[in-house]
């Protein structure tokens, strides 16, 4: 079983830090991106940040300066290091990865999603 396994979210206070972790476990290989996205209550899904296999690093204009992806291409695992935390970053917070499952073909994955809250 293929599945991608979330940690790190939490109640924080504004201007604290949080360090989420997602890793790929199962029968995935050939991870090409891995990345993070964020769903707040009413709104849609978006991109936070994601990381290419080859070290390609993206992140929403929102969060650059304060949030830092790094990725572990040998243990499959993303970290993200959310700093300058405002009220605005609360949401549900998705893991994300595109890899090779075995004769499935490439698949795109989810995490089931870890809460982050921000209060003010």
């Known amino acids: 079983q293929v599945q991608l396994v979330e940690s790190g979210g939490g109640l924080v206070q504004a201007g604290g830090s949080l360090r989420l972790s997602c890793a790929a476990s199962?029968?995935?290989?050939?991870?090409?991106?891995m990345g993070w996205y964020r769903q707040a209550p009413g709104k849609q899904r978006e991109l936070v940040a994601s990381?290419?296999?080859?070290?390609?690093?993206k992140y929403a204009d929102s969060v650059k300066g304060r949030f830092t992806i790094s990725r572990d291409n040998a243990k499959k695992l993303i970290l993200l290091q959310m700093n300058s935390l405002k009220s605005e970053d609360t949401a549900v917070y998705y893991c994300?990865?595109?890899?090779?499952?075995?004769?499935?073909?490439?698949?795109?994955?989810w995490g089931q999603g870890t809460l982050v809250t921000v209060s003010s």
């Open positions: 994300n990865a595109v890899g090779l499952v075995g004769s499935l073909g490439y698949l795109e994955l």
């Open positions: 199962g029968s995935i290989s050939d991870i090409t991106d």
């Open positions: 990381a290419s296999s080859g070290g390609r690093l």
